[in-house]
């Protein structure tokens, strides 16, 4: 690369630039916006990209029905009004939202388990595009089945649409626990062989109706080689500690103090989606999120910017959640 910074190569490019452009983002927050005018709304708050979406994620959990990508044109407007990165979501699956997206312009996809799932068993074969994507995990196999994949970012999934945290923090706990496995671990080929299991249950279900299989999977690639290949990627988690990309946090995430939470636990930014545009004061509570994310270590400060916000969003208890959607994905 020039010394000039390319920030369209950044944006669009092979897997180690497409990690790059995530590493960008880092320490940072990305803010669900509905329209230009919430978009300069996070943008002058300070924030590092902005998810452009036709309802943010309470709106999608009330409404019900089929959640979809958003209007292209909706989509459009918030890239032409904005200088910061702009993120659209596909459905799980869904390779042709995914192309036009990437068709569109935007900075990166989220393939996220918010919009209603389109295929019940594969993810977006990410390989095929230059625009980098972020992917949602509940627990490390699911996410280095995502990173094996192609995803640039993960984040902990959350329950999007709540103002609960709770989710979130069990999502980040168990990952921290399960890497914590992978580094004491000396059968790195075992766990790889358990996490591959969810790639073939397609196979599984097309054995269990003939009894015969052929070892199908989405990729082209043999199970030896997959399970080969996700063994690297453990590796690479068991000496750095860590996943090997930019891991952020999302879903439940309603006040500053939510926000310093999860970066004091690790997280490498925060995913703010309902917790904003729900608030009483959503210009308020944006540069209070956003500091908060910069300063989380600083109690004083953290507490200085939640004095005078209003009421943040109501929540919703998750033992009452009608949609689970953090257990959608493979």
């Given at each position: 690369m020039s010394k000039e910074l390319d920030l369209e190569s950044l944006r669009h490019g092979k897997e180690l630039v497409k990690r790059g452009f995530a590493r960008m983002q880092k320490g940072g927050v990305i803010m669900d916006v509905v329209n230009a005018k919430q978009a300069k709304i996070a943008e002058d708050a300070g924030a590092v990209a902005v998810m452009?979406?036709?309802?943010?994620?309470?709106?999608?959990?009330?409404?019900?029905?089929?959640?979809r990508m958003s209007n292209p044109n909706m989509i459009k407007e918030i890239i032409e009004c904005t200088t910061?990165?702009?993120?659209?979501?596909?459905?799980?699956?869904?390779?042709?939202?995914?192309?036009?997206l990437e068709a569109l312009g935007v900075d990166m996809i989220d393939e996220s388990e918010v919009l209603t799932p389109a295929d019940?068993?594969?993810?977006?074969?990410?390989?095929?595009?230059?625009?980098?994507?972020?992917?949602?995990?509940?627990?490390?196999?699911?996410?280095?089945?995502?990173?094996?994949?192609?995803?640039?970012?993960?984040?902990?999934?959350?329950?999007?649409?709540?103002?609960?945290?709770?989710?979130?923090?069990?999502?980040?706990?168990?990952?921290?626990?399960?890497?914590?496995?992978?580094?004491?671990?000396?059968?790195?080929e075992k766990i790889a062989t358990r996490m591959v299991d969810k790639f073939f249950v397609l196979d599984e279900e097309a054995k269990g109706n003939l009894g015969e299989s052929a070892g199908y999977n989405a990729f082209?690639?043999?199970?030896?080689?997959?399970?080969g290949e996700v063994t690297e990627i453990l590796g690479e988690i068991k000496k750095l500690g860590r996943l090997p990309v930019v891991t952020f946090t999302a879903?439940?995430?309603?006040?500053?103090?939510?926000?310093?939470?999860?970066?004091?636990?690790?997280m490498d930014g925060i995913f703010v989606g309902s917790g904003i545009f729900k608030?009483?004061?959503?210009?308020?509570?944006?540069?209070?999120?956003?500091?908060?994310?910069?300063h989380f270590e600083d109690a004083k400060l953290v507490g200085k910017v939640s004095e005078g916000?209003?009421?943040?969003?109501?929540?919703?208890?998750?033992?009452?959640?009608d949609t689970k959607m953090a257990k959608r994905g493979h």
């Open positions: 452009a979406l036709e309802r943010v994620p309470s709106d999608i959990r009330a409404d019900g029905g089929v959640a910061i990165p702009v993120m659209a979501k596909c459905r799980i699956g869904h390779t042709a939202e995914a192309k036009v019940p068993y594969y993810h977006v074969v990410k390989d095929d595009f230059t625009v980098p994507f972020v992917c949602g995990a509940t627990s490390l196999g699911e996410a280095v089945r995502r990173i094996w994949e192609g995803s640039a970012m993960i984040r902990t999934k959350g329950e999007a649409g709540t103002g609960n945290v709770v989710a979130a923090m069990r999502h980040a706990r168990l990952l921290q626990a399960e890497i914590a496995a992978v580094q004491a671990s000396t059968k790195l082209g690639k043999s199970r030896k080689d997959i399970e879903g439940g995430i309603a006040t500053p103090a939510d926000a310093a939470l999860m970066m004091q636990f690790g608030s009483e004061d959503p210009t308020t509570m944006a540069k209070a999120v956003v500091e908060a994310t910069a916000l209003g009421d943040a969003m109501a929540g919703l208890e998750e033992s009452k959640l």
